[in-house]
T-cell receptor
Framework: EAQVTQNPRYLITVTGKKLTVTCSQN?????MSWYRQDPGLGLRQIYY???????DKGDVPEGYKVSRKEKRNFPLILESPSPNQTSLYFC??????????????FGPGTRLTVL | DAKTTQPNSMESNEEEPVHLPCNHS???????IHWYRQLPSQGPEYVIH???SNVNNRMASLAIAEDRKSSTLILHRATLRDAAVYYC?????????????FGTGTRLQVTL
């Protein structure tokens, strides 16, 4: 089944403790992206990647890092999480060409709480 | 980014058609109109997109005004499973992936 998976789905952590949220897709998509969703603010893009080893900042990149060493994986790294990073995070992917290039596929979300 | 305006919420009865409006008066000639929806406790999912002509797919229809300053997503027979937040998004260009700028969307309630 074509899908985007995220792990963990739920995470409670404390301020300053480094964490990684993994994202993996099995559709051979070039484009991958991370969003965060907060009440009243909608989804905002954190980082995106157009292909392996190509990443760029989105609208709210502060406090986050990403890497794209393999095409299928796009982990989101919080080196020193703070309470304002408590949010619902979504990973998404899409092809850069072909019949479905307009469609982004989203993962199920990771709910992160930073105490 | 060009902005879209949607009603905060709408209600519909099951098995009746639903028309979800979206205003985008500052749309540019290269902006595509995309619709996504987010079911409870899930990630957003693509519904439909178009540029100038009306579009149909298995999920919905998209009616685009002649001046492109507004559009309407049409669910032909709403079911309980269609209860979700629907987002109307303007996306630049075609041929390359680009970010989706989500607003707050329209929360659709479907009742029996």
């Amino acid at each position: 089944e074509a899908q985007v998976t995220q792990n963990p789905r739920y995470l409670i952590t404390v301020t300053g403790k480094k964490l990684t949220v993994t994202c993996s897709q099995n559709m051979n998509h070039e484009y991958m992206s991370w969003y965060r969703q907060d009440p009243g603010l909608g989804l905002r893009q954190i980082y995106y990647s157009m292909n392996v080893e190509v990443t760029d900042k989105g609208d709210v990149p502060e406090g986050y890092k990403v890497s794209r060493k393999e095409k299928r994986n796009f982990p989101l790294i919080l080196e020193s999480p703070s309470p304002n990073q408590t949010s619902l995070y979504f990973c998404a992917s899409s092809p850069l060409q072909g019949s479905s290039y307009n469609e982004q596929f989203f993962g199920p979300g990771t709910r992160l709480t930073v105490l | 980014d060009a902005k879209t305006t949607q009603p905060n919420s709408m209600e519909s009865n099951e098995e009746e058609p639903v028309h979800l409006p979206c205003n985008h008066s500052t749309i540019s000639g290269t902006d595509y109109i995309h619709w996504y929806r987010q079911l409870p406790s899930q990630g957003p999912e693509y519904v439909i997109h178009g540029l100038t002509s009306n579009v149909n797919n298995r999920m919905a229809s998209l009616a685009i005004a002649e001046d492109r300053k507004s559009s309407t997503l049409i669910l032909h027979r709403a079911t309980l499973r269609d209860a979700a937040v629907y987002y109307c998004i303007l996306r630049l260009g075609a041929g390359t992936a680009s970010k989706l700028t989500f607003g707050t969307g329209t929360r659709l309630q479907v009742t029996l």
